[in-house]
């Protein structure tokens, strides 16, 4: 079972930025596309961001195109979610994912096309 662990989350004012990490100990992330999730209280799963393993970037979701970035450190094994200008709606835990669709990120976003979900990290954002 792929275990993978988001860190970074936070509180922080409106405007400012965070970055959270996805990390595999056991695992090589190298090959997968790799996404990024968020459920805020009271809402659906959203999904935000995947990478694929040649590093091409989809959007899912539109409210976050403009502010949040997706990269990846194959050396360090771990994937990087960089949020800007960030506003009280960003507010929920952020997952990232593995895609099922191997290196590929899939179209949608549908969650039930990503695995291995964690605990999440929680992004709080308030003045």
């Known amino acids: 079972q792929v275990q993978l662990v988001e860190s970074g989350g936070g509180l922080v004012q409106p405007g400012g930025s965070l970055r959270l990490s996805c990390a595999a100990s056991?695992?090589?992330?190298?090959?997968?596309?790799i996404g990024w999730f968020r459920q805020a209280p009271g809402k659906e799963r959203e999904g935000l961001i995947c990478?694929?393993?040649?590093?091409?970037?989809?959007y899912y979701a539109d409210s976050v195109k403009g502010r949040f970035t997706i990269s990846r450190d194959n050396a360090k094994n771990t994937v990087y979610l960089q949020m800007n200008s960030l506003k009280p709606e960003d507010t929920a835990v952020y997952y990232c994912?593995?895609?099922?669709?191997?290196?590929?990120?899939?179209?949608?976003?549908?969650?039930?096309?990503?695995?291995?979900w964690g605990q999440g990290t929680q992004v709080t954002v308030s003045s």
């Open positions: 056991d695992f090589t992330l190298d090959y997968y596309a």
């Open positions: 994912v593995i895609s099922l669709g191997g290196p590929f990120c899939t179209v949608g976003g549908a969650d039930t096309d990503f695995g291995s």
């Open positions: 990478i694929s393993s040649t590093d091409a970037s989809t």
